[in-house]
């Protein structure tokens, strides 16, 4: 009783730290993490946008995703409050629009974007139809008035690519297929800072479209054995190491449950209501642990992770090719 007792003000300060990731969120604003690193946290919801980091080294700033033409316009203008330094690269974590169709404002203004070479080889894959249909829908992107998203200008093959200039020290971590074949991490080893991309969310953001869901958790479990006290994820708020925790189990979870549902026998009808060919409605529960988690991406995710196991195939390969 004494040893539970004693666990008891480290359990509510664990819970309180977590929740306090789920619901400080100051969106559409940038704040500094650290001297030398701010973030900024998009407006999903409002918007479309990613969130941000920046990254400041001796003579230049290093910006993380480009995001939507919108969000980096926003982002460009914050920028301008925290430093007179110009931005010298930006690193696409995928290929997403949200975090790369805002390249090509970046490239006129004299950065270069890089990133691991599978974001250009998914670009290859999927633009420019993707591009064109987000110029329908959205102003920001339409009015650049291209033909397709502009690939970022550099990559590497090689994890991991490492930036330093004395001042300090960024590492960019390709760990395998995971929300896309080009998932990238950047990695702050001496202030201990890891960027996820959409790798790894800090809530109901998991696209699963164009993933390996199966690989996945893998290459979460790959990131926490970096040594790791921010965690700056591309979508909802900023917080330590329960984000990287949170969303292995979750990935592990909810892909654990669809796999024994399948074996049981169940069909994809069983597990989601459908309505014209698309998931609208779960059936399926998962557990309250990873409750944080589950949005309105559950119904997709389940179909999606379906999909992958019953045609023994990555998600993104169903959707893709190889």
Not at 40 to 63: F, P, S
Not at 73 to 78: E, G, N
Not at 172 to 179: L, V
Not at 296 to 313: L, N, T, V
Request: with cysteine; proline share 5%; aromatic share 10%.
């Amino acid at each position: 009783m004494k040893r539970l007792l004693a666990g008891i003000p480290f359990a509510v300060f664990t819970l309180s730290a977590f929740l306090a990731t789920r619901s400080d969120a100051k969106l559409e604003t940038i704040e500094q993490v650290i001297p030398g690193v701010w973030f900024r946290q998009g407006d999903l919801d409002q918007y479309g946008h990613c969130n941000n980091i920046v990254i400041e080294m001796k003579d230049y700033l290093l910006v993380v995703d480009a995001n939507y033409p919108s969000g980096a316009r926003a982002l460009m203008a914050d920028i301008k409050t925290i430093s007179s330094k110009p931005v010298k690269f930006v690193f696409d974590t995928h290929h997403h629009g949200d975090h790369a169709y805002g390249n090509p404002l970046w490239t006129q203004a004299g950065a270069t974007t890089f990133a691991y070479r599978g974001v250009a080889e998914e670009m290859r894959r999927y633009e420019p139809a993707r591009w064109r249909a987000d110029a329908a829908r959205r102003k920001d992107v339409a009015e650049l008035n291209l033909d397709t998203a502009e690939p970022p200008r550099q990559t590497f093959d090689q994890s991991p690519y490492v930036i330093d200039d004395g001042s300090r020290r960024v590492e960019f971590y390709f760990f395998g297929w995971a929300h896309t074949r080009g998932d990238g991490f950047v990695y702050l080893p001496k202030e201990q800072v890891l960027c996820t991309g959409d790798a790894v969310t800090n809530g109901p953001f998991n696209g699963m479209g164009d993933g390996y869901v199966a690989n996945w958790p893998k290459v979460v479990h790959r990131a926490r054995q970096l040594k790791v006290k921010y965690v700056l994820p591309a979508h909802g708020p900023s917080g330590g190491t329960e984000i990287l925790a949170g969303e292995e189990q979750f990935l592990t979870t909810i892909y654990g449950t669809v796999k024994k549902a399948i074996g049981q026998g169940k069909r994809l009808e069983d597990l989601v209501e459908m309505k014209d060919g698309q998931p609208v409605k779960a059936k399926l529960q998962l557990a309250d642990a990873v409750q944080h988690w589950v949005g309105s991406f559950y119904p997709g995710q389940i179909s999606d992770i379906y999909q992958e196991i019953a045609q023994a195939k990555p998600r993104g390969e169903i959707t893709g090719g190889k």
